[in-house]
């Protein structure tokens, strides 16, 4: 059975007020941005903009036809590993024009 899938374009532009506990994040964010978990892309990492990162990265990516959502991940590198700042999963139809796939 042969899967489809159509390319998806998409531009990670900035963030903003982003904390860890309630304090304001000093630097190192970076994006996420999942299909499942063989097909992702992550922006480089902000190392000035603190709370307030950019990045704007186009990515190009394979989105078969049968995956109804995106996660993005916001996340700051730190010397004990990668934290999770935030995240959303977005559905893809918000991204396809309100078309949702058959049979899934």
Excluded: H
Aim: charged share 30%.
């Amino acid at each position: 059975m042969e899967t489809k899938s159509r390319t998806l374009e998409l531009t990670v532009l900035s963030a903003e007020d982003l904390r860890i506990n309630n304090r304001n994040l000093k630097k190192n964010a970076f994006v996420v941005v999942s299909i499942d978990p063989f097909n992702y892309r992550m922006t480089k990492t902000d190392a000035q903009g603190g709370g307030y990162p950019t990045w704007n990265e186009k990515f190009v990516m394979d989105l078969p036809a049968r995956e109804r959502f995106i996660i993005l991940e916001v996340k700051c590198r730190t010397s004990s590993g990668d934290r999770r700042i935030g995240s959303a999963k977005v559905p893809v139809s918000e991204f396809i024009g309100g078309y949702v796939p058959e049979n899934c």
